[in-house]
């Protein structure tokens, strides 16, 4: 069974300023995809970034950019220039690429973001 | 395309009482899923589906059940509701290409 670790339940960031959020997830698998899933206080869960494990570049998305270790099963997330606007939880999550059926995600417990003005 | 939808956002049920969480998405996906959000675990999988007429079970599946009848309606029922229900439930279909999962806005769930 995979499992997605966030250790740090609560981080805060000055406006402008970079903040990393980290994972690491275990796995015997060798061909899966990962995700940072962002919840604002509305709730709606939205995808911020994806990676899959086969491509060794670093995805990036505007001002979010991962950096994954496959061999130390390691996954962080950074976001430069922090925005008020990325107040919200962050989800870490991990899910083994099938032929067939079982897509589903296994989530860590999220860590909560706070951009100070 | 209106992506995920769910209903309601808001229920309130007392203890025994049964209801369904309505699921539909308009893209087509075979894929779709059910979540439960309880704070401090992140989010776990209650029953999933990979297309009309399959559902199987999650880490969660006790107190609920599933049916899959189309592609787009994926309701999820609790048969006599209790208070460790209580809970933020999503919905999520998946592109079979991209992996990419698409949630609805989620239902809160009180059981008093």
């Known amino acids: 069974a995979q499992t997605v670790t966030q250790s740090q339940p609560e981080m805060s960031v000055q406006e402008a300023e970079t903040v990393t959020l980290s994972c690491t997830y275990d796995t015997s698998e060798n061909n899966y995809y990962l995700f940072w ?5 509305s709730r709606q869960m939205i995808l911020v970034i994806r990676q899959e494990a086969y491509k060794q570049q670093n995805a ?5 950019s991962v950096n994954f270790q496959k061999a130390a099963k390691s996954f ?3 976001i430069s220039d922090s925005q008020l606007g990325d107040t919200a939880m962050y989800f870490c ?13 296994t989530f860590g417990k999220g860590i909560t973001l706070s951009v100070r003005p | 395309n209106a992506g995920v939808t769910q209903t309601p956002k808001f229920q309130v049920l007392k203890t025994g009482q ?9 893209m087509n996906h075979e894929y779709m899923s059910w979540y439960r959000q309880d704070p401090g675990m ?18 969660v599946p006790n107190g609920y059940n ?7 309606d994926f309701p999820l029922r609790l048969l006599s509701a209790a208070p460790s229900q ?11 290409d991209t992996y990419e999962q698409y949630f609805g806005p989620g239902t809160r769930l009180t059981v008093t």
């Open chain 2, 86 to 96: 209580t809970s933020v439930y999503f919905c999520a279909s998946r592109d079979r």
């Open chain 1, 76 to 78: 962080s997330l950074k």
């Open chain 1, 60 to 64: 990036t998305e505007n001002r979010f």
């Open chain 2, 18 to 26: 049964s209801m369904t969480l309505q699921c539909a998405q308009d």
């Open chain 2, 66 to 72: 599933v049916s899959r009848s189309t592609t787009e």
């Open chain 2, 42 to 59: 992140g989010l776990r999988l209650i029953h999933y589906s990979v297309g009309a007429g399959i559902t199987d079970q999650g880490e």
């Open chain 1, 37 to 41: 899933y962002k919840q604002p206080p």
């Open chain 1, 93 to 105: 999550a991990f899910m083994k690429v099938f032929t067939g059926a079982n897509s589903k995600l």
